[in-house]
């Protein structure tokens, strides 16, 4: 064994330290520095004040109890999230639920393991966009309603609505939820289920007393996930919700597009802390070290 | 308190696909007794305990638990309970929650199912432990909690999977002490699953020896080892050597073999062979032998004796026995 000299770690560390410097920690900084910048129509010019941060808020105080923009914006965001969130817990839990407790041979549950990965062979943008020959007005699910006579009218709200939006979501992100959930419940000691079995354990009570407390580290790390990616979407709400449906990612989008980079600046921020905050709450109440 | 309750197996057998588990086997338990299932691996006692409690669906047969046949009800309408080889303890629960796990599912409040968990920690003397997680506590503590987790639903028969296959040789000695003296006190059936002979000696009223899905032998552990009915219980719970004999085979307890003078001349019921190996054992001394008749022979012989005469490897002997010692093997 050669002695280890005691900087052995921190060149061990360098080549992702420097990774993640360059495309991480450095652009992080220059967007908190930008949100302070002063700009107008032509210009952005170094400075050091909160107006950006002030127009955000503009009218929000005064506009009480109406809520303003941004209020509005984050509460839609918001709302997006939590939906979208139950809905891919729900779905994900129930697959990894039925991969790992009752697909029997291992071979089989890799199998089918890696059916779930397969649609991420496919670009995110052509799988949504996929949806809205089906979804349209003249799409395969109006003409089959049409046809069966279950509508006498196409149904406007299944393409550019909430429900479009929110279908995306769910088909992009429920993956995100199953495979820390498949992580987690993989290590689930089987003979767990018998003892809460041979205790007198009902399906329903094994799964509440057993199976979801085994199960909290994979549904924290599967929430952070699916939470962070719709609370920072605007391509999906942009495609599925028509453009007409508004989002905090969207604002961003909308402002850099007018190179109004500051305020674009200023409005990450505002959502970093917003998600970070989110995350921090949620790592309270799941310690996630333990599945690391 | 719990109902000790008698336990029948009436030709009860195992399939898997194609293959036998376990094959029509009748076995009777009365209220009360400590039976170990002794074999060794693959040889049914698994499943046919698993069948026992309820983990299991029978392929054919019956299982009668007191008055009723339990062949389709779930382990806690047997009255069954089974400590897991690996405890299966909640690893996010505490002691006395894992213990009172089944009283929380039959829906007791708090205060109560709290109350006899502490109770039933008391009885295995680990109350002081009620409020850590099972992965803080040694392997012998987290025995003590299984067995309470699986008495507190007050079982007519507790069914334990090779409960100390995974302590020290030590622990497992002491533990085997108190399985027998918490049987004792309570009353009901114990079904131990073993592969130690050595292990269900010391514990079992009932020992019943399984090979390949059958019962070779039941009975007091000293009607098996002082009469074991075939060649594979002779083997299994050692002690024995099995010489071929006109007719058919015997078994001879290797405590009951001496050493005779090999000049003198040989008998039906002696052997000539030549020493192999010698093992101190301490209050006895292991002669090994290979014989042209029976192949490999010991013989255990009192320390005293052996040093009396003492003998050497690659020395001729003969060895001869009683014939009521030699017992007819099926």
């Known amino acids: 064994m050669i002695a280890q000299s005691r900087w052995t770690p921190y060149w061990q560390a360098a080549p992702m330290t420097l990774v993640f410097a360059v495309f991480f920690i450095v652009p992080l900084i220059a967007t908190f520095v930008v949100s302070f910048w002063e700009y107008n129509q032509y210009s952005i010019q170094p400075a050091m004040t909160g107006e950006n941060y002030t127009e955000i808020f503009d009218g929000c105080i005064a506009g009480l109890p109406e809520l303003c923009t941004i209020f509005k914006t984050y509460l839609s965001t918001l709302k997006f999230a939590a939906i979208v969130w139950a809905l891919t817990l729900v779905i994900g839990f129930t697959i990894a639920y039925f991969l790992v407790f009752h697909i029997r041979t291992l071979t089989m549950q890799i199998i089918l393991a890696l059916v779930c990965t397969i649609p991420f062979l496919t670009s995110n943008v052509i799988r949504m966009i996929s949806w809205i020959p089906l979804l349209g007005r003249n799409g395969l699910v109006n003409q089959a309603l049409l046809g069966l006579g279950i509508t006498d009218q196409p149904l406007d709200w299944l393409l550019y609505s909430n429900f479009s939006v929110v279908l995306a979501f769910v088909h992009l992100n429920t993956v995100f939820m199953i495979i820390p959930l498949l992580n987690s419940m993989f290590r689930i000691d089987k003979s767990l289920i018998e003892a809460a079995y041979d205790t007198g354990a009902s399906g329903w009570q094994t799964l509440v007393n057993v199976v979801i407390p085994l199960s909290k580290t994979g549904i924290a790390i599967g929430s952070i996930f699916v939470i962070t990616i719709v609370m920072g979407d605007y391509i999906t709400i942009g495609v599925m919700g028509g453009q007409q449906i508004a989002s905090v990612g969207k604002i961003i989008q909308v402002q850099t597009n007018f190179l109004q980079f500051p305020l674009a600046a200023a409005n990450a921020v505002l959502l970093l802390v917003t998600v970070l905050s989110m995350i921090l709450l949620l790592t309270r109440i799941v310690d996630i070290r333990k599945e690391l | ?330």
């Open chain 2, 1 to 330: 308190m719990s109902q000790p309750a008698d336990l029948e197996l009436a030709s009860v057998s195992k399939k898997y696909g194609d293959t036998i588990a376990v094959e029509a086997i009748n076995l009777k338990i009365k209220a009360g007794t400590y039976c170990c299932l002794l074999g060794p691996s693959g040889c049914g006692k698994s499943s046919t305990l698993r069948m026992i409690a309820g983990h299991e669906l029978v392929s054919d047969g019956d299982i009668v638990l007191g008055p009723r046949v339990v062949n389709d009800d779930p382990p806690a309408k047997r009255g069954t309970a089974m400590m897991f080889q690996s405890y299966a303890l909640f690893p996010h629960l505490s002691v006395l929650d894992n213990v009172a796990f089944s009283l929380k599912m039959r829906g007791e409040t708090k205060a109560v199912r709290h109350e006899r968990a502490r109770a039933m920690l008391e009885t295995v003397d680990m109350e002081a432990y009620a409020e850590r997680l099972p992965a803080q506590l040694s392997g012998g503590q987290q025995q003590r909690v299984a067995l309470a987790r699986a008495l507190v639903t007050e079982p007519s028969i507790l069914l334990l999977d090779e409960p100390l296959s995974a302590l020290d040789p030590f622990l497992r000695i002491r533990m085997r002490a108190e399985l027998k003296r918490l049987q004792r006190d309570l009353g009901i059936s114990f079904i131990h699953v073993t592969h130690s002979q050595e292990e269900a000696m010391a514990l079992a009223d009932l020992v019943v020896v399984m090979n390949n899905g059958v019962i070779e032998q039941s009975g007091s552990p000293r009607d098996v080892f002082n009469a074991p009915r075939t060649k594979f219980v002779a083997q299994f719970i050692g002690g024995h050597n099995v010489v071929p004999v006109d007719g058919g085979e015997i078994s001879i307890r290797s405590d009951r073999l001496k050493i005779v003078d090999p000049s003198e001349p040989s008998s039906p019921t002696s052997l000539a062979g030549t020493v192999t190996g010698i093992e101190y054992q301490g209050s006895t001394v292991l002669l090994t032998l290979v014989t042209e008749q029976a192949g490999d022979i010991s013989v255990t012989l009192p320390e005293r004796s052996f040093f009396e005469s003492p003998m050497e490897t690659g020395e001729k002997v003969s060895v001869a026995w009683a014939s009521e010692d030699a017992h007819a093997l099926a």
